[in-house]
């Protein structure tokens, strides 16, 4: 009878695997009303509780046994008392787990589409609003947020007394130009207005037609200040160019030349550039580069590439394309060295290497001043160089690597500044070099390239001058110290509790005497403490992953399941059952 | 039926006759389901250790009886199990298995869930054909010491590390998997064994799966809490959880997120204004003991942290770094905290200053190396399974023949080999 009634059961669930596309169908009735109920996922949270409390009624109590807390263990003892009333229910105690766990996992299943319901097909008119509200929730804690930093951030550029804005921004041309002045939008409030409109002014002037409308858009400016019958014209001018491009190349493609058909698409990619529109023209450099054969051309190909792939912030295809073009060139040609040099050291930047960002900045072969004015230009060449040398090298090799490094030197010569932090750093004349880093650290903020990483960055520098000042010592007042970094006791000590703590510093503070001490290692027990610590954790972490591992290869796992929300739950008895006999 | 009888007591010698009998025995089932009211007669008369087989058998059968005597059955379980012989058990531990199964039901249902304690921790060793195989029974044994509060009778069982399945021999569902850890870590919680807790939790979380289970949900929840009083940081899930899994579990346990967000500032005052926001969530969960727990171990967190960085230190400092109201108060911690060896200080109360050492254990002694020399063996043992496992991955054909198409290198080598073996 009862082995019976188990093969009904498996046959029901064979049926119920046939009939899954028209549970499928269900599937979306189900959504619809469970939507209906759940506007949001943190309703979704209270519905399995609620639901769970509905279902269980005896589950709070249930729980209250099973807590793992001391905090609870008098009300757990209170409950002691009423053990016979706790008793009746469990029976009902494993049941209840079963229970449980399917309507959750019903339920999740059912949130599990929830989330992922733009993807599917037949949505419907609920779906997508609470969709939106979720989305438009997301956005603007998002914007919130970010306003929070860019407040704390703003200004700092504004503290700098000696910034000259003319001057600094007249080195720039372009793009480059238009996006440093973007940053200085963002980011000063003393600039903001003649900013954004030299930077309206500069697209206009270089007839960068789709990067107009794109800072219109991102800024939420006003429609109305936008130039129509500038934007009119320049477009008319464009199509009749465009189509000009376009035919050259229907005719390239009809001879059937590739080199010629190169020719044309980088043409083409000229063209996008000029008006602005970065993401085409690399779409037609890149078709462009396997066209071509030409050595000469290729390396061409490469930098147009590297250049595009930077204004677009892509800068994993930037060091891809430099690395490449790095091989191509000729080691004479020095001025497309340095162009590729650089582009590889500013992908470094964003990657977060910093030593091999370093390492390509202060190997830039002397003489690139003006010839890559949309991306670098000599001045920065130099502050880069610097800031990475200084964050990643030590004493000798900024003396090897900066200082005396006579192709780089060239480039410090526009930097006086740059050089002489460099130089105070090396002869340890700690308070002069703390001044000088803080003015570079304002002018860092607004630029391109550092804005994202300024802060770790001099954290780095100062970090190091730290480092080496407290090398020669076995101990030191820190009183003095604070005094030869420009800052009060307090926050020093802060900060060398910090350099300790993350292993930069092998120090202990006497915070009693205010004295810095250097820090007595005994390896031995050292090492023996880590290995056993890390025998711990290697012993722990496989044992774990050798569960798993057989859970898969016997396919165990948690499965969705597909059911009604009406059903009946299996009870208990059903559940041995199916275990096998 | 009484040939069957005479077949149990004859064919329980060796393994040869003991095949026969599982094999007679199966053939029997239809039988001895009509026969119902014999059974308890023919029970009766076998020995538990020697007739082990087909006794395990005849008590499985039994609970597909409705009509049976609860208290009858539990007693004749109760007797049974601790006495059964493992070589026996083995030849079907399924039927073992159903043996407990149904053991710690009756125990539930005739509300002595005390009684199933000693029988499930002496069955559970003898169900295991290795004795790192995981088994329905630890969930059930799990919830039982949890609900008569005998915690420490679980931990033979819990300290036994198992990772082995095997499906063949004995079904486990992975509900069993999830509620063994989940019980599990919380029983080691309650002893405050939070790194054992944290690695039990997390072993819930990272079973694979296609969706969320609610007992998933819940090891998470105080998976976050386990950890940070295991480690005083909040956790990162490894990279091998369900990627399904860990995307609901951050969108639906938001205020354990923040908890943990910041428990991580080290800042005293955003973890209660954290916990004040999210008391009633938590209460709801009943994790707000353990939520107290960790923010008072915030404080230890941060006192253990300043004797990597200072050596002396005054108290006031540490009163003032932590909120204290008195440099008493803050005396009181680490006295207290010296006394649980949680810091090794010693305090000058003429001064009002503390001295942090490091660690004073110099690894040097007998028990050190003896402690090294187990842990050594462990992982060696561990290393050959490991090792078993990837003997198994590589000769697997379904292995060999995916890592065919991927490398076409091993086309060209197999087909050398076999046109060296067609030129034999």
Known sequence: ?????????????????????????????????????????????????????????????NQNQIEMENQNQIEIENQNENQNENQNEMENQIQNQIEMENQNENQNENQNENTNEIRIENQNEIEIEDGKENNQKNQNQNQNQKMQTEAEEQSIIDTLEEFDFDNYISKYSGNSKIQRLLILYKKSRKYKEIALKMALEEVKASKHITQYITIFNEFKLKYQETDNVWIQNVEEEYAKKQEELENALKNARLRNVQDHIGLCLVDLGDFSCKKGDFSTAYKYYLRSNTMITNRTQKLERLLKLIEVSIILKNFGITLKYGEEAERFVDSSDKISLAKIKAAIGISYIHQESYTKAAQSFLSIPEGLQEEFREIITGYDIGLYGILFGLATKNRYGILNGILNNSSFGWYLENIPEAHNLASDFYNASYSSFTMRLSQFHALSSIDIHLSNCYSKLFKLIRS?????????????????????????IGSFEKEISELIFDGSLSAKIDAFNMVLHKRQVDIRSESYEKSFEFGENYYRKTKMLLLFANLKKSNLKVKKIKKRKDQNYPSLDDFKRNRKD | MEKLLQQIVQLSGNQKDLDKLRKALNESKDKVLKNFQIIDGMIGQLEDSKHTLGKMFLLSMKGQSRSTNPEQYLVQLERFIPRATQNQVQIMPEWYSNCLTRMTQLAFDLKVPQRAVY????????????????????????????????????????????????????????????????????????????????????????????????????????????????????????????????????????????????????????LDMCLATHNEIFEKDKNIGLAKQCAQSLIRRGIQRLTKTYIKLPLEQIAKEFNLKSAQQAEFYILDMIEKGEVFAKIDQQEGQVSFFDDPEPYNTSEMSEKLISKIKDVTNLTEKLQTLDEFIVTDLDYIRKTMDDDEEFEVQDSIVKDGVSDK
């Open chain 1, 1 to 61: 009878m009862e082995i019976e009634k188990n093969l009904n059961n498996n046959n029901n669930n064979n049926n119920n695997n046939n009939n899954n596309q028209i549970e499928m169908e269900n599937q979306n009735q189900i959504e619809m009303e469970n939507q209906i109920e759940m506007e949001n996922q943190n309703q979704i949270q209270n519905q399995i509780e609620m639901e769970n409390q509905n279902e269980n009624q005896n589950q709070n109590e």
């Open chain 2, 119 to 270: 029988p499930l921790q002496k069955g559970i060793p003898l169900l295991q054909t290795v004795p790192e195989l995981i088994t329905p029974s630890h969930s059930h044994f799990m919830l039982v010491c949890l609900y008569t509060r005998n915690y420490r009778a679980a931990l033979p069982i819990l300290e036994n590390d198992v990772y082995d399945i095997d499906t063949k021999k004995l079904s486990i569902t992975v509900k069993d998997v999830l509620l063994y850890y989940y019980y599990g870590g919380i029983i080691y919680g309650v002893l405050k064994r939070w790194r054992d807790a944290t690695d039990f939790f997390e072993q819930a979380i990272t079973v694979p799966g296609e969706a969320l289970s609610a007992i998933v949900l819940e090891s998470y929840k105080k998976y976050i809490f386990a950890h940070i009083l295991a480690f005083g940081k909040a956790p990162s899930l490894p990279r091998y959880t369900s990627p399904v899994v860990v995307r609901l579990l951050k969108n639906l346990c938001k205020p354990y997120e923040e908890f943990a967000k910041a428990y991580d500032t080290h800042d005293m005052g955003q």
């Open chain 1, 464 to 488: 190091k001058a730290i480092q080496q000042y407290f090398f020669p010592f076995s101990s030191i007042s820190l009183s003095l110290m604070a005094n030869d970094f420009l800052s009060d």
